[in-house]
């Protein structure tokens, strides 16, 4: 039986960022995206085909002063959406995950979900940076543009 869109997305988010390992990390799970629904709608973007999903971004506004301590590393991406789900005015956009089956690699899908993910969240609070955690060099050349793009400054953790 041929793999489906869904496994294969589900599979390379667990061979790339290696969640399960990583208490700093947010392990993505239904609870997780339910929550992320109450936080803004557009906090995550799909493109699919017949076969299912082949792109997934998720973005999670948040405060400049969540920002600062994330990159500051006194707080762990667990900790950044943890302190996030009680703010209600967004100030920063972070960039947390995109997604994207290697067939459908270099056709810019993830950024104009990542894209419109901003402007969305935009109509609804004033987004004035954005800030990534960088885990590939496709990861941070998509972070640059999607700042480029948007006009906002942005900001890496290292």
Not at 15 to 35: G, H, S, V
Not at 84 to 108: I, M, N, Q
Not at 131 to 140: D, L, N, R, T, V
Request: hydrophobic residues 40%; proline residues 5%; aromatic residues 8%.
């Amino acid at each position: 039986m041929p793999v489906s869109n869904f496994e294969r997305m589900i599979a390379l988010a667990e061979e790339f960022f290696e969640m399960k390992d990583d208490p700093e990390q947010l392990d993505i799970d239904e609870n997780i995206i339910a929550q992320l629904q109450t936080i803004h709608p557009s906090t995550m973007g799909e493109v699919s085909d017949e076969n299912g999903p082949i792109t997934w971004t998720i973005v999670i506004p948040t405060t400049n002063h969540i920002m600062q301590r994330f990159l500051e590393k006194t707080i762990s991406e667990r900790g950044l959406f943890e302190l996030t789900l009680k703010e209600s005015v967004f100030d920063s956009l972070y960039l947390c995950s995109a997604l994207v089956l290697p067939e459908h690699r270099g056709k810019g899908l993830a950024q104009e979900l990542v894209i419109a993910s901003v402007r969305s969240i935009q109509k609804d609070h004033p987004i004035t940076s954005l800030f990534y955690w960088g885990f590939s060099k496709e990861g941070e050349q998509l972070a640059e543009k999607i700042g480029s793009v948007t006009g906002l400054p942005l900001y890496q953790r290292v």
